[in-house]
């Protein structure tokens, strides 16, 4: 699936905020706290596997769009089902990691469907140490386009990564597919276990479509105040 050049999307549209929470009725006062101001969601695991499945489907009722990050990492026979599962669900986004099997699968999977597929490629909480402990040679940076240019061949939708490497991921992928940012941290915010971060504004002008935020909102003494300032700082 390709999305409209990013241009022609509303910061209320590029602002994905992770409903990080382990339960139910968190997540429901968070989205009624957030109100018409949020209008696109994600849940991952935290949600996911604490009967987030279905309050999913009571988002997509409610007229959200829905990002279920599940990461999915399997052989292609199993990601291809799931794919297809998930494709089943309502939602308008989903991962993978950015294996070229597992994203040629996936894409085997959304095929027809309409489901944007994403290839995480490096994790926004990996620095370069992380990397050589885990026996990769590449930095992070030629990692992920590496892996950019394994899923554009692999035909999925659209790619994770930091904003770091934002601006290299855009190049490849030219402007109308969709760029996702985790790890954005405004100015003054604790960085947590992210290591690639970068403010909503540098994201946006790397060349980011969605910038995905979890804990400066979540966290936030008024939640609704911060996720306005960030959608300012994207205008
Ligand atoms: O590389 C990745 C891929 C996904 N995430 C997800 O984004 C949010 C970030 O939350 P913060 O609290 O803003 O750090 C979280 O749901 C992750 O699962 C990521 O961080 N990095």
Redesign the pocket.
């Known amino acids: 699936m390709i999305l409209p050049s990013q241009t022609l999307l509303q910061p209320a549209d590029r602002l994905i905020v992770?409903l990080?929470v382990s339960d139910r009725r968190s997540a429901e006062s968070i989205v009624a706290e957030l109100g018409d101001t949020v209008r696109v969601y994600?849940v991952?695991y935290q949600l996911g596997y604490a009967g987030g499945l279905d309050f999913v489907g009571e988002l997509v009722r409610a007229g959200k769009r829905v990002f279920l990050?599940l990461?999915l990492h399997d052989i292609g026979n199993i990601v291809e089902k799931g794919i297809a599962g998930i494709a089943g669900l309502g939602v308008a986004m989903t991962?993978v990691h950015a294996t070229p099997q597992v994203m040629r699968a996936a894409a085997r999977g959304a095929e027809g469907s309409g489901l944007l597929v994403l290839a995480?490629t490096?994790?926004?909480?990996l620095s370069e140490d992380d990397l050589r402990e885990m026996g990769h040679t590449e930095t992070a940076a030629a990692l992920v386009e590496r892996r950019t240019r394994q899923a554009m061949e692999a035909g999925i939708g659209g790619i994770?990564a930091?904003a770091a490497e934002a601006a290299a991921v855009r190049a490849i992928v030219g402007p109308d597919r969709a760029v996702v940012t985790?790890?954005?941290r405004p100015a003054g915010s604790a960085a947590?276990?992210?290591t690639r971060v970068m403010t909503p504004r540098e994201a946006i002008a790397a060349g980011a479509s969605h910038l995905?935020?979890?804990?400066?909102i979540?966290d936030a003494p008024d939640r609704l105040a911060a996720a306005r300032a960030i959608l300012a700082e994207m205008a």
């Open positions: 992770g990080d994600k991952g990050d990461k991962t995480v490096v994790l926004t909480s994770v930091s985790p790890g954005i947590g276990d992210q995905v935020v979890g804990r400066p979540l």
